[in-house]
């Protein structure tokens, strides 16, 4: 009988060996960390999603693409987009999205709205107009 406790307590003792140690050799960097920021080409601004529409107006092509891009992957790693149905939505690209918040800040009345909350709703509020619409 003894001799199947001590089995069972050196078992335990391996197992938090093991496990302590595998603490220690795990990659430090978690998977999100290792995506990198797209950056715009020739040092134009880089847009964040506190930013606003008049940023988004006022910014080059390269830097709409790049937050594009990014918002993008953020949109496409959500358990929202799951949710969408939408043939339009769920075929939406980089250049898709920028092309919808365009339309979404051609708008007067969102000016003041914020990138993150544009890059969230314009995919769904104009998933059924053309490419290229602007109001």
Not at 16 to 42: G, H, T, Y
Not at 76 to 83: D, I, L, P
Request: with cysteine; hydrophobic share 45%; glycine share 6%.
């Amino acid at each position: 009988m003894t001799k199947i406790s001590d089995f069972h307590i050196l078992a335990r003792l391996v197992l938090v060996i093991v496990l302590i140690s595998s603490l220690f050799f795990a990659p430090k960097v978690a998977i999100a960390a290792e995506r990198r920021p797209v950056i715009p080409a020739n040092g134009q601004p880089i847009l964040s999603g506190n930013m606003h529409g008049s940023d988004w107006i006022a910014a080059s092509n390269d830097s709409k693409q790049a937050y594009c891009e990014e918002a993008f992957a953020a949109f496409r790693g959500s358990a929202a987009q799951s949710y969408i149905i939408s043939h339009n939505i769920q075929s939406l690209s980089p250049e898709g999205l920028c092309d919808r918040m365009d339309q979404y800040y051609s708008l007067e009345e969102y000016a003041d709205d914020r990138l993150g909350s544009a890059a969230a709703i314009a995919p769904i509020l104009f998933a059924d107009t053309p490419l290229g619409t602007k109001y």
